[in-house]
């Protein structure tokens, strides 16, 4: 397989005749990378589709312009961006979709956002402001799990230890991984957990390696008897560049729990954070039972956010009988790495008191500016605002960086689009460095957003964290929290929930 550091930028008059040149140029890169025909084939398709609504739609009749198809080569895959300076993003271009009721009907308009959706592995539209728009389109390479690389009785599940008062100490060590352990690694996840761990990485071990090289996964292993690997915890980023990493990945093997493999490993991830300039570390516990959310307290998780609905309920777990019973909550932990102080923020007085009781929770030092009151407006027309799709979790984020006169407008197509297309579940991400956010509170909450927490140093900054269900029914009886802090905010995000009123 030979890989491509090089991107490319392709400035392309907007006229489909230079579609198949577009198409040519992505297939001879896909090839070089390692993709096979089928998998060029879809992203072929993906981008036919998004030129396509460029070029008819961005544009006014008769308009000449030119647009840019950017191409992203990795170890991990493919990356194509479509960037133009057409007209704003409008959800009528990405309608819903619904397949005909027989062999002769026609399709409807949203056809070609489904295929979109169906034909790639992530998805991000990135509101640029003056300078435009982007739409990403991410494939990765087709790995082979550690399923193909094993035989069933190395990927036999662990038995479940038998409970006894006393547990028996074992000799174990924490280290960095090394290159050669990541196979180790998937099997260990796989026989502990089978295929419900979230971030499927984890059972790719060629990706897993190329994260590792990428710098975008750190992963630390317990070592134990016959320098066997028993253990594993892992810092995970979308890029270098972030500020804080998420705790994820964490493995015991059964007989090795309860030995404080966990929390030391947590200890060398904050050690390694430290050497990167993180300054913070979040998780995300499942709120269906207590283990994971009771590991985090012990690592020195502080609760900060409670997000409703993230995961789909048709996810097993081990140790379960059954699927969730609805789309599956998490909470959210913060542990501080290195806090600079006198960060200004604006809180909205509306939720003064609970996002200071967090912050203060969180031991983090923040000057909370007043709530300027109605008359704030930010100088720019547009926000700049970056959506994230994740197909797999039929969830969505919205990150809005920078605010404009048009934002909250911004935010509602892009909610629209998002419920046409059958998301269930959308967290949207508020700047809270910038004053103009107090008076926009209201507006997205008035299009159906509510609380969900804070989390420091997000991709925008030091993010409020509103949520929304799109027909999505949470029973929050249901929802289990280990912690004071914990159930206080999971009681604030349901007084807040307009679908529970």
């Given at each position: ?79 194509v961006i479509i960037k133009d300076r057409g007209l704003p993003y409008s959800p009528s271009l ?15 308009a949203g056809l070609g956002s489904h295929l979109i959706k169906k034909s790639v592995d992530e ?160 998780s995300k516990a499942v709120t269906n039972h207590m283990y994971a959310q009771k590991a985090g ?205």
């Amino acid at each position: 397989m030979e890989h491509l550091a090089e991107s490319s930028i392709l400035t392309v008059p907007n006229d489909l005749v230079y579609l198949p040149a577009i198409q040519a140029f992505i297939s001879e890169v896909a090839d070089k990378i390692g993709f096979g025909r089928r998998d060029t084939t879809m992203m072929l398709i993906a981008v036919e589709e998004a030129v396509v609504n460029v070029v008819r739609h961005a544009f006014e009749p008769d308009e000449k312009a030119t647009f840019q198809v950017i191409v992203k080569p990795g170890g991990s895959g493919i990356t194509v961006i479509i960037k133009d300076r057409g007209l704003p993003y409008s959800p009528s271009l990405l309608p819903e979709y619904s397949a005909p009721s027989d062999i002769d009907g026609t399709a409807n308009a949203g056809l070609g956002s489904h295929l979109i959706k169906k034909s790639v592995d992530e998805i991000f539209y990135h509101n640029l402001g003056r300078d435009g728009k982007e739409l990403h389109l991410v494939k990765y390479l087709p790995y082979r799990s550690v399923q193909d690389m094993s035989s069933a009785s190395e990927l036999e599940r662990f038995p479940e230890p038998v409970k006894t008062e006393a547990i028996e100490k074992k000799p174990f060590s924490i280290r960095l991984i090394e290159p050669s352990e990541v196979y180790d690694v998937s099997k260990l996840f796989y026989r502990a957990y089978g295929y419900t761990y979230g971030i499927d990485t984890i059972y790719y071990p060629e990706r897993l390696a190329e994260c590792h090289a990428e710098g975008t996964i750190i992963s630390v292993v317990t070592i134990g008897e016959d320098n066997r690997i028993v253990g594993h915890a892992a810092l995970v980023r979308d890029q270098r560049t972030d500020q804080i990493a998420e705790a994820a990945m964490a493995v015991v093997e059964p007989s090795y729990r309860g030995h404080g493999c966990q929390n030391l490993m947590i200890s060398r991830l904050v050690e390694e954070a430290k050497k990167e300039g993180l300054k913070g570390i979040f998780s995300k516990a499942v709120t269906n039972h207590m283990y994971a959310q009771k590991a985090g307290q012990k690592a020195g998780f502080k609760r900060c956010a409670m997000v409703a609905g993230l995961i789909p309920g048709n996810r097993a777990y081990k140790g379960m009988d059954a699927a969730l019973s609805q789309r599956g909550s998490v909470i959210f932990g913060y542990r501080v790495v290195e806090d600079p102080g006198n960060i200004v923020l604006f809180i909205p007085s509306k939720h003064r008191t609970m996002i200071e009781k967090t912050y203060k929770s969180l031991e983090i030092e923040r000057i909370f500016a007043d709530d300027p009151g109605k008359g704030q407006e930010s100088a720019e027309e547009t926000g700049d605002v970056r959506v994230v799709v994740v197909p797999g979790y039929n969830r969505a984020g919205i990150e809005v960086k920078t605010y404009g006169r048009q934002v909250v407008s911004q935010v509602h197509n892009i909610l629209k689009t998002l419920c046409y297309q059958k998301v269930d579940q959308i967290t949207l991400y508020l700047n809270l460095h910038d004053p103009v956010v107090c008076s926009l509170i209201g507006k997205f909450e008035e299009i159906g957003f509510f609380y969900a927490g804070i989390l420091p140093f997000s991709h925008v900054g030091d993010a409020l964290l509103l949520q929304y269900l799109n027909n999505v029914p949470i029973d929050y009886s249901k929802i289990n929290i280990a912690c004071e802090m914990g159930r206080e905010i999971l009681e604030y995000v349901r007084s807040c929930d307009p679908n529970n009123h």
